[in-house]
Protein backbone atom coordinates (compact mmCIF):
# COMPACT_ATOMS: atom_id res chain seq x y z
CA UNK A 1 0.00 0.00 0.00
CA UNK A 2 1.28 3.59 -0.38
CA UNK A 3 0.17 6.98 0.39
CA UNK A 4 0.34 9.90 -2.08
CA UNK A 5 2.58 13.26 -1.35
CA UNK A 6 -0.75 15.48 -1.88
CA UNK A 7 -2.00 13.88 1.36
CA UNK A 8 0.36 15.89 3.20
CA UNK A 9 -0.73 19.32 1.49
CA UNK A 10 -3.45 20.25 4.13
CA UNK A 11 -0.35 20.43 7.03
CA UNK A 12 1.74 22.96 4.62
CA UNK A 13 -0.44 25.06 2.79
CA UNK A 14 -1.41 27.02 5.66
CA UNK A 15 2.56 27.66 6.38
CA UNK A 16 3.41 28.57 2.49
CA UNK A 17 0.30 30.80 1.49
CA UNK A 18 0.12 31.34 -2.56
CA UNK A 19 2.39 28.72 -2.97
CA UNK A 20 1.04 26.10 -6.05
CA UNK A 21 0.34 22.71 -4.66
CA UNK A 22 2.61 21.15 -7.45
CA UNK A 23 5.35 23.19 -5.97
CA UNK A 24 4.79 21.69 -2.65
CA UNK A 25 3.99 18.78 -3.86
CA UNK A 26 8.01 18.41 -5.33
CA UNK A 27 9.02 19.49 -1.80
CA UNK A 28 7.44 16.53 -0.02
CA UNK A 29 8.60 14.35 -2.35
CA UNK A 30 12.23 15.39 -2.43
CA UNK A 31 11.44 15.48 1.59
CA UNK A 32 10.62 11.42 1.68
CA UNK A 33 13.23 10.58 -0.78
CA UNK A 34 16.15 12.43 1.11
CA UNK A 35 14.50 10.37 4.53
CA UNK A 36 14.69 7.02 2.85
CA UNK A 37 18.21 7.84 1.52
CA UNK A 38 19.85 9.12 4.63
CA UNK A 39 17.69 7.11 7.46
CA UNK A 40 17.40 3.77 5.24
CA UNK A 41 13.13 3.63 6.52
CA UNK A 42 12.19 2.14 3.52
CA UNK A 43 12.63 -1.40 4.09
CA UNK A 44 11.28 -4.74 2.01
CA UNK A 45 11.87 -7.90 0.69
CA UNK A 46 11.98 -8.16 -2.94
CA UNK A 47 10.52 -10.25 -5.18
CA UNK A 48 11.98 -14.34 -4.94
CA UNK A 49 14.42 -14.78 -7.74
CA UNK A 50 14.85 -17.58 -9.57
CA UNK A 51 18.93 -18.69 -10.37
CA UNK A 52 19.43 -19.70 -13.54
CA UNK A 53 22.07 -22.10 -14.45
CA UNK A 54 25.50 -20.52 -15.63
CA UNK A 55 23.86 -16.87 -15.29
CA UNK A 56 25.56 -14.47 -12.48
CA UNK A 57 23.79 -11.36 -12.52
CA UNK A 58 20.48 -10.69 -11.69
CA UNK A 59 17.65 -8.15 -12.26
CA UNK A 60 16.76 -6.14 -8.45
CA UNK A 61 13.69 -5.58 -9.20
CA UNK A 62 12.34 -2.77 -6.73
CA UNK A 63 8.23 -1.97 -6.49
CA UNK A 64 7.49 0.42 -9.05
CA UNK A 65 7.86 3.94 -7.97
CA UNK A 66 11.10 3.11 -6.45
CA UNK A 67 14.78 2.13 -6.86
CA UNK A 68 17.39 0.27 -4.46
CA UNK A 69 19.44 2.03 -2.58
CA UNK A 70 21.51 -0.41 -0.99
CA UNK A 71 21.26 -4.45 -0.67
CA UNK A 72 21.09 -5.83 2.73
CA UNK A 73 21.41 -9.23 2.54
CA UNK A 74 20.75 -12.04 0.63
CA UNK A 75 19.72 -15.60 1.18
CA UNK A 76 20.47 -18.01 -1.70
CA UNK A 77 18.16 -21.88 -0.55
CA UNK A 78 18.05 -20.46 2.47
CA UNK A 79 21.45 -19.21 3.36
CA UNK A 80 23.26 -16.15 4.08
CA UNK A 81 25.73 -14.92 1.14
CA UNK A 82 28.57 -12.80 2.15
CA UNK A 83 28.52 -9.07 0.94
CA UNK A 84 31.68 -8.48 -0.68
CA UNK A 85 33.22 -5.96 -3.67
CA UNK A 86 34.41 -6.93 -6.75
CA UNK A 87 38.47 -6.43 -6.24
CA UNK A 88 37.54 -9.24 -3.12
CA UNK A 89 35.79 -11.34 -5.35
CA UNK A 90 38.27 -11.37 -7.94
CA UNK A 91 41.24 -12.37 -5.19
CA UNK A 92 38.86 -14.86 -3.34
CA UNK A 93 37.86 -16.65 -6.58
CA UNK A 94 39.87 -15.60 -9.57
CA UNK A 95 38.09 -17.95 -11.59
CA UNK A 96 34.87 -17.28 -10.55
CA UNK A 97 33.55 -16.43 -14.52
CA UNK A 98 34.58 -19.55 -15.27
CA UNK A 99 33.56 -22.14 -12.59
CA UNK A 100 29.69 -22.70 -11.19
CA UNK A 101 28.63 -24.04 -7.48
CA UNK A 102 26.45 -22.95 -4.77
CA UNK A 103 26.70 -19.39 -4.24
CA UNK A 104 28.20 -17.71 -1.21
CA UNK A 105 28.83 -14.23 -2.17
CA UNK A 106 26.89 -11.51 -3.39
CA UNK A 107 28.05 -7.95 -4.90
CA UNK A 108 25.53 -5.11 -5.57
CA UNK A 109 26.30 -3.85 -9.13
CA UNK A 110 24.29 -0.82 -8.63
CA UNK A 111 20.61 0.04 -8.16
CA UNK A 112 19.36 -2.32 -10.82
CA UNK A 113 21.84 -5.26 -10.55
CA UNK A 114 23.73 -8.03 -8.39
CA UNK A 115 26.00 -10.84 -8.78
CA UNK A 116 26.37 -14.22 -7.61
CA UNK A 117 29.27 -16.13 -6.97
CA UNK A 118 30.21 -18.80 -7.68
CA UNK A 119 28.03 -18.65 -10.16
CA UNK A 120 24.58 -20.56 -9.81
CA UNK A 121 25.16 -24.67 -11.38
CA UNK A 122 21.50 -25.06 -11.04
CA UNK A 123 18.21 -23.50 -12.00
CA UNK A 124 16.25 -22.75 -8.86
CA UNK A 125 12.79 -20.89 -8.82
CA UNK A 126 12.56 -18.91 -6.01
CA UNK A 127 15.67 -19.69 -4.47
CA UNK A 128 17.38 -16.04 -3.63
CA UNK A 129 15.61 -13.59 -1.53
CA UNK A 130 16.77 -10.00 -0.95
CA UNK A 131 15.77 -7.79 1.28
CA UNK A 132 17.10 -3.78 0.09
CA UNK A 133 16.81 -0.08 1.38
CA UNK A 134 14.53 1.47 -1.37
CA UNK A 135 13.46 5.14 -1.92
CA UNK A 136 11.06 7.12 -4.32
CA UNK A 137 12.08 7.59 -7.72
CA UNK A 138 12.20 11.70 -8.56
CA UNK A 139 8.90 11.02 -10.51
CA UNK A 140 6.87 8.94 -7.69
CA UNK A 141 3.44 9.89 -6.65
CA UNK A 142 3.37 8.29 -3.31
CA UNK A 143 5.43 5.79 -0.88
CA UNK A 144 5.04 3.29 1.50
CA UNK A 145 2.19 3.76 3.73
CA UNK A 146 4.39 2.59 7.03
CA UNK A 147 7.06 5.50 5.57
CA UNK A 148 4.17 8.54 5.43
CA UNK A 149 2.68 7.65 8.59
CA UNK A 150 5.50 6.41 10.74
CA UNK A 151 7.31 9.72 9.50
CA UNK A 152 3.94 12.64 8.78
CA UNK A 153 5.95 15.21 10.90
CA UNK A 154 9.66 14.41 9.48
CA UNK A 155 7.91 14.72 6.11
CA UNK A 156 6.17 17.77 6.45
CA UNK A 157 9.05 19.64 8.46
CA UNK A 158 11.34 18.34 5.46
CA UNK A 159 9.34 20.17 3.12
CA UNK A 160 8.69 23.42 5.01
CA UNK A 161 12.39 23.90 5.11
CA UNK A 162 12.88 23.48 1.96
CA UNK A 163 9.86 25.59 0.77
CA UNK A 164 10.75 28.46 3.12
CA UNK A 165 14.05 28.88 2.11
CA UNK A 166 13.20 29.64 -1.29
CA UNK A 167 13.93 33.62 -1.75
CA UNK A 168 11.73 36.15 -3.28
CA UNK A 169 8.08 34.60 -1.99
CA UNK A 170 5.34 35.80 -0.62
CA UNK A 171 6.02 32.67 1.77
CA UNK A 172 9.80 33.15 2.11
CA UNK A 173 10.92 32.60 5.85
CA UNK A 174 14.55 32.39 5.97
CA UNK A 175 14.61 32.39 10.34
CA UNK A 176 11.33 29.58 9.61
CA UNK A 177 13.17 27.40 7.66
CA UNK A 178 16.45 27.00 9.52
CA UNK A 179 14.16 26.08 12.54
CA UNK A 180 12.03 23.65 10.35
CA UNK A 181 15.54 22.13 8.85
CA UNK A 182 16.82 21.45 12.63
CA UNK A 183 13.74 19.29 13.05
CA UNK A 184 13.66 17.47 9.85
CA UNK A 185 17.33 16.29 10.57
CA UNK A 186 16.67 15.53 14.22
CA UNK A 187 13.53 13.44 12.43
CA UNK A 188 15.64 12.04 10.16
CA UNK A 189 18.46 10.92 13.14
CA UNK A 190 16.02 9.27 15.39
CA UNK A 191 14.97 7.77 12.08
CA UNK A 192 18.35 6.38 11.21
CA UNK A 193 17.87 4.84 14.36
CA UNK A 194 14.89 3.07 14.51
CA UNK A 195 15.85 1.59 11.48
CA UNK A 196 18.99 0.47 11.99
CA UNK A 197 17.49 -1.42 15.16
CA UNK A 198 14.48 -2.83 13.59
CA UNK A 199 16.79 -4.75 10.69
CA UNK A 200 18.59 -6.34 12.98
CA UNK A 201 15.55 -8.17 14.35
CA UNK A 202 14.44 -9.37 10.45
CA UNK A 203 14.81 -12.61 10.25
CA UNK A 204 15.91 -14.26 6.82
CA UNK A 205 13.11 -15.78 4.53
CA UNK A 206 13.04 -18.67 3.26
CA UNK A 207 10.48 -19.18 0.18
CA UNK A 208 12.89 -21.02 -2.65
CA UNK A 209 10.93 -23.13 -4.56
CA UNK A 210 7.19 -22.53 -4.54
CA UNK A 211 5.73 -19.65 -6.03
CA UNK A 212 6.96 -18.85 -10.15
CA UNK A 213 7.33 -14.71 -8.72
CA UNK A 214 10.69 -13.47 -9.76
CA UNK A 215 11.03 -16.42 -11.95
CA UNK A 216 13.18 -15.79 -14.73
CA UNK A 217 14.48 -12.24 -13.75
CA UNK A 218 17.82 -12.32 -15.25
CA UNK A 219 20.01 -10.25 -17.10
CA UNK A 220 21.80 -13.07 -19.79
CA UNK A 221 25.53 -12.94 -18.64
CA UNK A 222 26.70 -16.36 -18.69
CA UNK A 223 30.42 -17.00 -17.72
CA UNK A 224 32.74 -17.01 -20.37
CA UNK A 225 30.77 -14.32 -22.12
CA UNK A 226 32.55 -10.94 -20.59
CA UNK A 227 31.09 -8.67 -18.02
Same mark, same amino acid.
Given at each position: ? *? ?35 ? *? ?76 ? /? ?13 ? /? ?25 ? *? ?16 ? *? ?12 ? !???? /??? !??? /? ?10 ? !? ?14
Amino acid at each position: M *AISYETLLPEILPMVPGCPDTLIENNIRSAVIELCER *AGVYQAELDPVTTVSNIYEYDLEAPTGTSVRKVLWVTHLGKDLEPITTTLLEQRLPKWREESGVPEYFVQQNSAAFIL /APIPSDTVVGSTIVR /AVLRPTHTSTACDNDVMNDYRDTIVNG *ALFRLLRIPNKDWSDLQG *ASVYGQLFNQGVED !AERR /ARN !ADT /AVRRSVRYGGSM !AGAWRTRRRRYGHGG
